[in-house]
């Protein structure tokens, strides 16, 4: 059974820092491009960037430059740290396993339960 828990979710103020986890066990950690997704209420579920399983990251045009998504074997997890905070990140979040893009659109073979992130001003 593939389990994804995520972590690190919460209230924060515009411009600063969050960092989320994702815990994932260890095949899928080892096997599977890992990702990130948010998602808004009434809108698609979009791609924050992703990260292949030798550690190359691509990002998100909105997020190019105040996020990273990094590789911790010690702990078979996935971090994404956001930087720089703002209005328009509020969302879902959600970890993803075996990202993967097709056509124009990004999907996923296994998803995380999802944690809010919320930037207020």
């Known amino acids: 059974q593939v389990q994804l828990v995520e972590s690190g979710g919460g209230l924060v103020q515009a411009g600063e820092t969050l960092t989320l986890s994702c815990a994932a066990s260890?095949?899928?950690?080892?096997?599977?491009?890992m990702g990130w997704f948010r998602q808004v209420p009434g809108k698609e579920r979009e791609i924050v960037g992703q990260?292949?399983?030798?550690?190359?990251?691509n990002y998100a045009d909105p997020v190019k430059g105040r996020f990273t998504i990094s590789r911790d074997s010690a702990r078979n997890a996935v971090h994404l740290q956001m930087n720089n905070l703002k209005l328009e990140d509020t969302a879902v979040y959600s970890c993803?396993?075996?990202?993967?893009?097709?056509?124009?659109?990004?999907?996923?073979?296994?998803w995380g339960q999802g944690t809010q992130v919320t930037v207020s001003s």
């Open positions: 993803a396993a075996g990202v993967r893009r097709i056509g124009g659109l990004y999907t996923s073979d296994y």
């Open positions: 260890g095949r899928i950690f080892r096997d599977y491009v």
């Open positions: 990260i292949s399983r030798t550690g190359a990251t």
